[in-house]
C-alpha cells in the first residue's frame, strides 16, 4: 500500500478549517445511534436485510476493492457527465476522456473501489475491465440537447443489460422535488427491485430540483431537505445513497413563510438534531439514511482552484459524520491522469488515516 497522508499534511490541506473540522466533539446526534462502517460493515448490516446472497457478493466485492478495501469506506470514481454536462463542456480540460477506457483506467490505477458510469462507456470496455474492477452502470441521465433544455432523468438502457455486462450494482438519479419525481421514483424503485432480484447491489443519486428551492440561499443544499431525500432514497431499498454535501439549513422553513405552505417539519431538527457546524449538517444526512444502515457518501463537486483542499475538507467531513466515503469524479478527471490518481488517493488517505475518527 502506498504511503498514505499524515495528520499534519491533513491539517495543511485544511488550513484555517483544520482546528473546526478535527477538533469538532460535541455532535447534536451522537455517533452511538448510528451504524458506522468497519471491515465488517457487509456481514454486520447488509447481511440483515432481505438482499439475497448475490446483492452481498457484489457488494462485499466493492468494499473489498482497491485501496479502501477492507475498511468499510467507499471511494468510487463516477464520470457520467459527458450527457448530464455534455462532452464537450465535460472532457475540453482534458480529452483523454473521450475514450471511455481511460475513465475505467483512472479508476483502477486511482485504487478506487468501483467505477460508475454511462452503458456506453462500461459496455464499451466491459470484457476487458469488469473483472478487474467493479462495475456500477449508471442507468438514468439528464440529456441536454432538447431545445429549450429541460431538466428530467430519462432511462438510457435496462438492468438486464447492465447485469450482461458483469456490473456488480446500477446506479441511478431521482430529482426529488420535480415535476418528474413521481415517474422518477416509481422507475428506479422498480428498477432497483430487478436489480436487486438479479443480484446487484443500487446505488441513488439523491438529489433536489426545483427552482423554488432558490431563495435567500440555495436550499438543494440544505441539510434537512437533502436529509429527507435521503430518507425517500432508502426507503426504495438503495444501498448507497450519494449526495452532496449539505452547505445550509432550515430549506423547510424558508418555503414555510407567508402564506406558503410545503412539506411537514418540527422545528427540533434545528436545535436538537442540527447546529450550522459542517459535520453536524452532514451526521443529518447520514441519521436519514437510516442511522447508517444505507451508506452515505458525498459527492467531490465541481473542479476548481482548490481541488485538493476542498476535496480533504468534504472527505474529513464525511468520514467524521459518520458517513461511507466520497464519489468524486470532475476534480479527478479534469486534470492528466497522474494528477487524478494523486487526487483519488489523497481523499483515499482520510479515510486510511486513524487519526481522523467519527465524531
Not at 459527492?299 to 466515503?325: L, M, Q
Amino acid at each position: 500500500m502506498a504511503t498514505t497522508l499524515t495528520t499534519g499534511k491533513i491539517e495543511t490541506y485544511l488550513g484555517a478549517k483544520a482546528e473546526s473540522l478535527l477538533g469538532f466533539k460535541s455532535p447534536k446526534i451522537a455517533k452511538e445511534r448510528l451504524h458506522l462502517p468497519g471491515p465488517d460493515f457487509v456481514d454486520r448490516i447488509y447481511a440483515s436485510t432481505d438482499r439475497n446472497v448475490r446483492v452481498l457478493t457484489n457488494l462485499q466485492r466493492m468494499f473489498g476493492h482497491g485501496r479502501l478495501s477492507g475498511t468499510g469506506y467507499l471511494s468510487i470514481l463516477p464520470v457520467d457527465q459527458g450527457i448530464e454536462h455534455s462532452g464537450g463542456a465535460s472532457f475540453a480540460k482534458n480529452p483523454d476522456y473521450f475514450d471511455g477506457g481511460n475513465i475505467v483506467k483512472l479508476a483502477i490505477e486511482g485504487g478506487c473501489n468501483a467505477v460508475a458510469s454511462t452503458f456506453g462507456v462500461l459496455g464499451s470496455v466491459a470484457r476487458k475491465y469488469a473483472h478487474k474492477i467493479p462495475f456500477i452502470v449508471k442507468m438514468n441521465h439528464n440529456e441536454l440537447l432538447t431545445y429549450p433544455n429541460q431538466f428530467n432523468q430519462i432511462f438510457f438502457g435496462t438492468v438486464k443489460e447492465a447485469y450482461d455486462m458483469g456490473a456488480a450494482a446500477v446506479g441511478a438519479t431521482i430529482y426529488f422535488g420535480s415535476e418528474q419525481s413521481d415517474r422518477q421514483i416509481i422507475e428506479v424503485s422498480q428498477a432497483f427491485a430487478l436489480a436487486h432480484e438479479l443480484g446487484m447491489a443500487t446505488v441513488l443519486w439523491c438529489y433536489l430540483r426545483n427552482n423554488a428551492f432558490k431563495k435567500d440561499k440555495d436550499y438543494h443544499l440544505s441539510s434537512d431537505l437533502t436529509g429527507q431525500a435521503n430518507h425517500l432514497g432508502v426507503t426504495i431499498q438503495a444501498d448507497i445513497i450519494k449526495q452532496k454535501l449539505a452547505e445550509n439549513n432550515g430549506g423547510y422553513q424558508a418555503l414555510n413563510i407567508g402564506d406558503s405552505s410545503y412539506g411537514k417539519f418540527d422545528k427540533r431538527i434545528y436545535t436538537d438534531l442540527n447546529s450550522d457546524h459542517p459535520i453536524d449538517l452532514c451526521r443529518y444526512q447520514v441519521i436519514n439514511c437510516f442511522c447508517g444502515r444505507s451508506g452515505l457518501i458525498n459527492s467531490g463537486g465541481a473542479s476548481g482552484a482548490n481541488d485538493f483542499e476542498e476535496a480533504v475538507a468534504t472527505a474529513v467531513i464525511n468520514k467524521r459524520a459518520g458517513g461511507t466515503g466520497l464519489i468524486s469524479g470532475r476534480k479527478a478527471f479534469q486534470r492528466p491522469m497522474k494528477e487524478g490518481v494523486q487526487l483519488l488517493n489523497v481523499i483515499q488517505d482520510v479515510y486510511l488515516s486513524p487519526e481522523v475518527t467519527v465524531a
